[in-house]
């Protein structure tokens, strides 16, 4: 009886459920279609532009030959690189970076410490811009590619979008941020931090010397910044100023290389700390004051660089690193027990309480160091200690589509470097894109990363400001 009944409703389900999987399989043909037809995943919200993703060309011989140029602006020969802020060679190279922005078509202003910001209205001018960019400055015999490729990417990602016919609706704005490295006023990041506002920094840099003695002030003021202000507040954003931040850098690390990975996906970047300290003692002639009544400043230093390295190895975790870059010993010379020595060290971690455990532990050997060898530690300072920082999930959503378009595969990864996507991620939703680099080497001439993964990188970057700025 019951078969009976459930017969007719049987027929009805297979006369309504068969045209039904025949739609789905015709569905799914049209979807592929389209994505192919459109270049955007037909499930995920389409962003409003006119062009295909992959239709979106680089000219990457023209960007190769601007990196080149740019690192003709260096004060070591080539191939190394060395552009400390506000010096001559940083000057000349602000200005190849604002004729590349008028180039392309970018509106450009310049704030009292010289972040320079290069802007294509979009069609909402009122909505908060999308921002992009890193740092030209480098570090004494460096490369070409840190940071540069963030800038001068950031410029060609612009032209990319203008050949494609592309209009933003949110601005675009390309940003230089002044001196990520701390080579000259030992602040890194120097930019950045004070345009997420850090009060403290912009009272500190009115007393800032460099190690010649020259004031902050007075270096800016020599390459035409800050000149009628001393209130660097001026720099300052208000939080959300822009809508979101993309940066695009080297990876400086090996792993994309490694494993052949043209595009990392930044998640989050480790969290810096730097410290400055000085030991005194009382030198004297190298020959005459026997080893028992020496107290020297030198040994103390070298003591206690072999301290950090045994305390960040405790720590137990590859992912705390520490090192001593800077140790300069006074007089400096070879017949002389150093009688001052200044040292300055970097640790890191991704944990931020297991890099502070570190930090203490070298404040505690620095001063039992002191104390076994007669000096006197006349000088500990933190310099920063900065947590780490996250990019945002939904920008990070924005650039896996991206690459998904482009057809290049990806890697989410941590930064162990620091970036002014760091800072930026204090005032505005932050994501990083990371290209790889010849054996993950930076920070030296050796420094180097391929046309074709910059192609790529500066693609991943146009498609993803372009979502962007449509939302
Ligand atoms: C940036 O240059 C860093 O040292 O991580
Ligand atoms: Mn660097
Ligand atoms: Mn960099």
Redesign the pocket.
């Known amino acids: 009886m019951e078969t009976k009944i459930f017969q007719p409703f049987l027929l009805l389900f297979l006369a309504i459920s068969i045209p039904c999987l025949s739609d789905a399989s015709h569905e799914e043909h049209a979807r592929k279609t389209m994505e192919e037809f459109s270049g955007y995943p037909a499930d995920s919200p389409p962003h409003h532009y006119s062009f295909s993703p992959s239709s979106l060309s680089v000219d990457i011989q023209g960007l190769q030959r601007q990196i080149e140029e740019l690192s003709s602006f260096s004060d070591a020969p080539a191939p190394a690189v060395t552009r400390i802020l506000y010096s001559q060679k940083d000057v000349l190279a602000r200005r190849y970076i604002k004729s590349l922005m008028e180039q392309a078509g970018l509106s450009i202003h310049e704030d009292a410490v010289g972040n320079i910001f290069g802007r294509w209205g979009g069609t909402e001018a009122a909505l908060s811009a999308v921002a992009t960019g890193s740092h030209i400055d480098a ?1 004494p015999y ?1 490369g070409k590619y ?2 540069v490729i963030g800038v001068l990417g950031a410029i060609e990602a612009i032209n990319v979008l203008k050949r494609s016919g592309f209009q933003p609706k949110r601005s675009l704005e390309v940003i230089m941020f002044t001196s ?2 701390p080579t000259r006023f030992g602040i890194s990041c120097l930019g950045s931090r004070l345009l997420a506002g850090n009060e403290e920094l912009a009272i500190a840099l009115k007393q800032a010397v460099d190690g010649k003695n020259i004031s902050f002030l007075e270096a800016a003021r020599s390459a035409g910044y800050a000149v009628h202000e001393d209130d660097l507040s001026s720099v300052f954003l208000k939080k959300d100023y822009y809508f979101s931040f993309i940066e695009l850098h080297i990876e400086q690390g090996p792993i994309l290389e490694e494993e052949g990975i043209p595009i990392g996906i930044v998640t989050a970047i480790a969290a810096p700390a730097s410290i400055s300290i000085d030991f005194e003692g009382n030198g004297g002639h190298a020959g005459a004051v026997l080893m028992p009544a020496r107290n020297d400043a030198g040994l103390a230093a070298a003591e206690l660089a072999l301290a950090v390295e045994k305390h960040v190895l405790d720590s137990g975790s590859f992912d705390t690193v520490g090192t001593v870059g800077v140790m300069e010993l006074h007089p400096g010379a070879v017949n002389s027990i150093p009688s001052r020595t200044h040292v300055e060290i970097d640790t890191r971690d991704i944990d931020e309480e297991r890099r502070n455990v570190v930090v203490n532990k070298i404040h505690q050997s620095a001063v039992r160091i002191a104390e076994n060898r007669g000096v006197k530690l006349s000088k500990f300072k933190i310099v920063n200690q900065d947590p780490p920082a996250l990019s945002s999930n939904s920008i990070i959503s924005t650039m896996r589509e991206a690459t998904k378009q482009l057809n290049v595969s990806f890697k989410l990864m941590i930064s162990r ?1 620091y970036h002014d996507s760091l800072f930026m991620a204090r005032i505005s939703p932050m994501g990083m894109i990371f290209i790889p680099c010849y054996k993950g080497y ?2 030296k001439p050796e420094e180097f990363a391929s046309a074709q993964d910059i192609a790529n990188g500066v693609k991943v970057l146009a498609l993803t400001l372009a979502k962007l700025s449509a939302e």
């Open positions: 570090i460096s840190d940071g990520e490295e470097a930076s920070h």
